[in-house]
């Protein structure tokens, strides 16, 4: 790759910045309003909050199962960019299928969404990683612009999406976002050659063979295996991590529809508008991250990326204590400003910021070329725990408000409490364990 500015990047980051923007429109304007449609009695499935969590935790938690095979065909087979191409249109197939008022085409379409996410999603952050060299250090500002087109997209979807369901019905909000995924194949489409030439084309493994090498065959050096081995450490305590903030398409979005104040500046907020405050802190606060970032390596006084997750984990949980404080007064009866969640959500995108697009650079640095799809799937495999486990314990928000499970402070501020305590720990840990993690990885993220 030539030479280039720390600060300047290269066209193709910003089509794939767009075609992901309009594939997480899709995705989060259907999941803003997944559980209120299940548990609604007036068009939705009439389920209870833990049948509804437990879909959610499922559904969540196997689209980020499937980029493990995703990756594995996209390395051996098809490549990266037929990947992309499959698995938008499942995905925007899949949507479709949930517009369709009937049960048996709802449960098809959330199967299509998951195969469909799991060829797209590993795959597209793998080609933004293929457009920098090894030690470009414009990757980890890369990333964090990248998450913005995740955000953007979000954002939107958030809105439009359950406005839509709101006033028309909520097949309705689901077609919009399928067709927000058609808009973004149809990008990507039309503009592919253009921008990134021939990334992906080709899969990793084959590539190699084109070299006439014999890497693909042959063991693991022993600086790959360190470098794995940090990906798994790191993919632990990523579990922790999303386990807690994606509490946000379950029991925080209860929260908003139950016990907060949702008239705001003479405005009628709809419930599932409060995870949108997430996706626009993202859009704002990011280049600031990016800025840091960029600043902080140019001067050689970055933060390791352990230490970054540790913050991200800190942020977390002081997120969560500001939504124990809002849950503890809600526990009174009354309907509590919408101040609080705001700030929960401000304080997670602080964490998120300093986790998620960070964790998604380090992978495509320490994993071996020809095994690169494969390891961000597997990245993604500590996700499907994580979303797993999020559903789940968020099934018990009611069990642990009346206090079946555990009693501390009472009612739902317990409830929120318990990811302060494992957010903090899981920080600690991390931050005991940062200088052997950061020796694995060898100056290389």
């Given amino acids: 790759m030539p030479a280039a500015k720390l600060g300047r990047q290269p066209p193709g980051l910003f089509l794939l910045f767009g075609v992901e923007m309009w594939e997480r429109f899709s995705f989060y304007g259907m999941r803003a309003f997944l559980t209120l449609f299940l548990i609604s009695k007036a068009g939705g499935f009439g389920w209870s909050k833990e049948q509804a969590s437990h879909l959610y935790g499922w559904y969540q938690g196997l689209v980020y199962l499937t980029p493990l095979l995703g990756g594995y065909l996209a390395d051996r087979l098809i490549g990266t960019h037929r990947s992309v191409i499959i698995g938008g249109i499942v995905i925007a197939a899949g949507h479709f299928c949930l ?6 085409t709802f449960f098809l379409g959330l199967l299509l969404i998951i195969l469909g996410t799991g060829f797209f999603k590993s795959n597209i952050s793998t080609m933004v990683g293929q457009l920098y060299s090894e030690k470009d250090r414009r990757r980890d500002a890369a990333f964090t612009i990248f998450y913005m087109g995740i955000n953007l997209g979000a954002s939107m979807g958030q809105i439009v999406c359950p406005k839509l369901a709101d006033r028309w019905g909520w097949h309705v909000g689901f077609s919009a976002a399928g067709f927000g995924m058609v808009l973004g194949l149809v990008v990507y489409l039309i503009f592919k050659r253009r921008f990134l030439g021939t990334i992906g084309d ?59 104040r949702r008239i705001f500046l003479g405005l009628n907020f709809l419930a599932p508008y409060f995870q949108s405050v ?84 380090m992978v495509t640095k320490l994993a071996p070329a020809r095994f690169a799809s494969l390891a961000m799937g597997a990245w993604f495999f500590s996700m499907f725990i994580s979303d797993l486990s999020a559903g789940f314990v968020a099934g018990t928000v009611e069990k642990v408000e009346h206090g079946q499970i555990f009693h501390v402070l009472g009612g739902q501020a317990d409830f929120f409490l318990m990811f302060v305590v494992s957010t903090f720990l899981a920080g600690t840990a991390l931050l005991a364990l940062a200088p052997a993690v950061k020796r694995l990885m060898a100056g290389r993220a």
């Avoid at 517009?99 to 048996?104: D, E, G, L, Y």
């Avoid at 124990?324 to 007064?329: D, F, L, P, T, W």
């Fill in 202 to 260: 080709i899969p990793a493994r084959r590539v190699h063979q084109a070299e006439k090498t014999s890497i693909a065959s042959q063991p693991l050096t022993k600086l790959e295996k360190q470098g794995i081995a940090a990906i798994a450490i790191l993919a632990f305590f990523n579990i922790f991590f999303w386990m807690a903030f994606e509490q946000a398409g379950s029991s925080m979005t209860f929260f908003a529809e139950e016990r907060t």
């Fill in 278 to 361: 997430n996706s626009i802190s993202v859009i704002l606060l990011a280049p600031v991250f990016a800025w840091m970032w960029t600043r902080l390596e140019a001067r050689g006084r970055a933060p390791s990326t352990p230490v970054r997750f540790a913050m991200g984990l800190f942020l977390l949980g002081a997120g969560f204590i500001v939504l124990v404080v809002g849950a503890r007064i809600s526990d009174s009866g009354i309907r509590v400003s919408p101040l609080w969640l705001i700030a929960t959500y401000v304080l997670h995108t602080c964490g998120e910021l300093c986790l998620s697009p960070i964790g998604l650079s």
């Fill in 99 to 104: 517009a369709v008022p009937a049960r048996p």
